[in-house]
Structures are given as structure tokens and as C-alpha cells.
């Protein structure tokens, strides 16, 4: 069978985050004894989820086991979700702040003067470097 995708509603009670979050299905393939088995899914988080696992994550990049677990169970996710969340934002966080320090090494170099910005030869002599002759010695 051709993968299709579909929406399942998963429920979960007496979460804070809302309760509910959809799963997009984005495969299905012959398991065996002609059991269908999902291949892959992305879990659609509520505003609630969202603002919850963003909060966490600017005070932990890294979260432990037990801290996941508790989370998890606030937000009504699950144990790998959570993970998997942390560490895809890790890998996003990563990508920004490579961006952003290329932006800044790219407005810093523009904002050197020209002179500045020439790689200045040790060998070479500049104005008010040039050797003085010896004065009378006082031998």
C-alpha cells in the first residue's frame, strides 16, 4: 500500500496543554501477519504545548530524564515527544545562532574603515617609523 496521509485525533486527559493534539500519519506499510503499522508521525502541539516546551527550553537546553518526564506529563505528551522536541530545538537554536553570528563578523567588517581592513606587513615601514640616524655618541 502507498503511503497516505491521514489525521488522527489523539485525547489525552487532564492535561494542562489543552487536552488534545493531532497526529499527521505520513506512511503506512504492510507489517507482519498483515498488520498495518505507522512508519512515521508529527505530532501537531497546541499554542499551550508550544509556549511550555519553548519556556523550558530558554531556561534548559538539556533536559534531564526526570524534569522530561514531569513535562511531559503537564503539557499531556509524551515521554519522546518531549524529547524529540528538545532536540529538534536544539538542532534549530544551533542553526540561528550560526546565522547570527555570521551576520555580525559580516557588519563588523563592514564597519572597519578601509585602512583597517588591510592586512598591515610587519616588514613594511610607515610614516613616523623611520630609523633615526645614531646621535653623537658621548664616548
Request: aromatic letters at 6%; hydrophobic letters at 25%; a positive charge.
Amino acid at each position: 500500500m502507498k503511503g497516505r496521509v491521514w489525521e488522527v485525533e489523539c485525547v489525552y486527559g487532564g492535561s494542562v496543554g489543552g487536552g488534545s493534539h493531532r497526529h499527521e500519519v505520513l506512511g503506512v506499510t504492510q507489517g507482519s501477519h498483515g498488520r498495518r503499522k505507522r512508519t512515521w508521525t508529527r505530532a501537531v502541539f497546541s499554542n499551550l504545548q508550544r509556549k511550555g516546551l519553548e519556556k523550558r527550553f530558554q531556561l534548559q537546553k538539556y533536559i534531564t530524564k526526570p524534569d522530561r518526564r514531569q513535562l511531559a506529563a503537564t503539557l499531556g505528551l509524551t515521554d519522546a515527544q518531549v524529547k524529540v522536541w528538545f532536540q529538534n530545538r536544539r538542532m534549530k537554536w544551533r542553526h540561528s545562532e550560526l546565522k547570527r553570528r555570521e551576520q555580525h563578523q559580516q557588519t563588523a567588517s563592514q564597519q572597519l574603515p578601509d585602512e583597517e581592513q588591510e592586512e598591515i606587513d610587519p616588514g613594511k615601514e610607515t610614516e613616523g617609523d623611520e630609523e633615526q640616524e645614531p646621535g653623537p655618541s658621548s664616548d
